[in-house]
């Protein structure tokens, strides 16, 4: 008995009607339906976001089925058959059906195929080769993926080593999706190919292997993933770098951040290196670094005061980020936490009321003598505690330059 879902919002939005429309136009009723993760979100009552779309027509048919429709196509990545629809600011991927004849376990050669079972075939995941008709109709073409949907069972499509040889990612695709969606005892066979195979998650692209790790990383709960992935050998693996697991157990228990999560699987003294082989943004490395940072020295025993100072030199962000460190390797003084971290929320970073032309004004020549006499006026300031005005601070840079 073929199974049907109930109508969803998503599907019957004027956007997405009027893609599946033009496509329709173009090959007929049931050319076009909807695959993956919209499909296995809306089957476990999960938000849909993403909608990704496949169909037997060719890249080219499918440009010219939107463009005929009055729809932006753009031409995403059509060596693999991926255009992207844009109706109404709304991106839509529509994928041609294809099957892989080589792969090097980094990216595949495909070609476009009307068989939709040949499609399903080469898909990580059961629960992802799912397929849904604009009238409700699900199909489900390798079997398995509806029950694993709905029991949190990550299984791959046919043999694990199969699939992982083909692309090592789904390794760590696997542990993204036990994170996100899997329930109960994991999959052994999936398990033992992962640890069996880890090796060639090495060869990975570190942006690949990074947006892998982030997403399984914002789970609501990371941990149990990330103890398997650490049993398995595959996270020592993927950050070629040792770990920390009891820091990131609090880490996690603290904040849904993922990369101050991250922070917590980092060992001191090697942001550097997890952000080189991660292949992080500039602002994601200096985050890291910032974060496992010791200077200045901080604790959660320090008063409010010196909290001030740490903040003026640190910023809100970072000393956040630091405390929450602390607190995760500390979880019993979160009371302590919470209160440095109400000082931070609290507080408004003041100006500091001098200049360098304060201290030429008094005859000092341009040059270093200008910035250390500066930073003397400045360092004397934070320890006041910021109290100090302007007159009052211009009579200690006097006295710091020997003048009156």
């Known amino acids: 008995m073929t199974e049907r879902l109930a109508p969803q919002p998503w599907m019957d939005a004027a956007p997405t009607r009027a893609v599946m429309a033009a496509l329709a136009a173009a090959g007929g009723e049931g050319c076009a339906r909807f695959v993956g993760g919209c499909v296995r979100d809306a089957l476990v009552g999960r938000p849909v976001s993403d909608i990704d779309i496949a169909t037997p027509l060719a890249p080219t048919e499918v440009i010219a089925a939107l463009e005929a429709a009055g729809l932006r196509a753009v031409p995403t990545g059509i060596e693999h058959g991926t255009v992207t629809a844009v109706a109404a600011h709304k ?62 069972r990550v299984v791959f499509v046919g043999e694990p080593e199969a699939r992982i040889r083909e692309d090592y990612l789904r390794i760590l695709r696997f542990f993204r999706f036990r994170a996100w969606y899997g329930r109960g005892e994991p999959d052994a066979a999936a398990l033992a190919a992962c640890a069996a195979m880890k090796g060639g998650v090495a060869g990975l692209s570190g942006e690949r292997v990074s947006k892998e790790l982030l997403k399984l990383l914002s789970a609501p709960d990371p941990v149990p993933a990330v103890g398997l992935m650490a049993e398995a050998g595959v996270l020592e693996a993927a950050l070629q770098a040792p770990v920390d697991l009891a820091l990131f157990r609090s880490m996690a228990a603290l ?49 409010d005061a010196e909290a001030r100072r740490a903040l003026y030199r640190l910023g809100a962000a970072t000393f956040g980020d630091r405390i929450r460190r602390l607190w995760a390797a500390a979880p019993e003084k979160g009371e302590d936490a919470r209160r440095l971290l109400a000082v931070a929320e609290a507080w408004t970073r003041p100006r500091f009321p001098l200049s360098g032309a304060d201290v030429m004004a008094l005859g000092a020549p341009r040059g270093p003598e200008v910035g250390r006499l500066l930073q003397a006026a400045e360092a004397w300031w934070i320890e006041a505690d910021f109290r100090p005005g302007r007159e009052e601070a211009l009579a200690k840079l006097r006295e710091l330059a020997g003048t009156r």
Request: zero cysteines; a negative charge.
């Open 91 to 152: 991106p839509f991927e529509i994928t041609t059906l294809r099957r892989d004849v080589e792969t090097d376990g980094r990216r595949a050669v495909v070609v476009f195929t009307p068989d939709w079972a040949e499609d399903a075939a080469r898909r990580d995941f059961r629960l992802n080769a799912l397929y849904l008709e604009p009238d409700g109709t699900l199909h489900d073409p390798v079997g398995g993926g509806v029950a694993d949907a709905r029991a949190g």
């Open 255 to 303: 904040t849904g951040d993922a990369e101050l999560r991250l922070s917590a699987l980092t060992p001191p003294g090697s942001a550097a290196a997890v952000a080189k082989r991660l292949r992080l943004s500039n602002a994601q490395r200096d985050r890291l670094a910032a974060a496992i940072g010791t200077e200045p020295p901080l604790g959660l025993g320090m008063g």
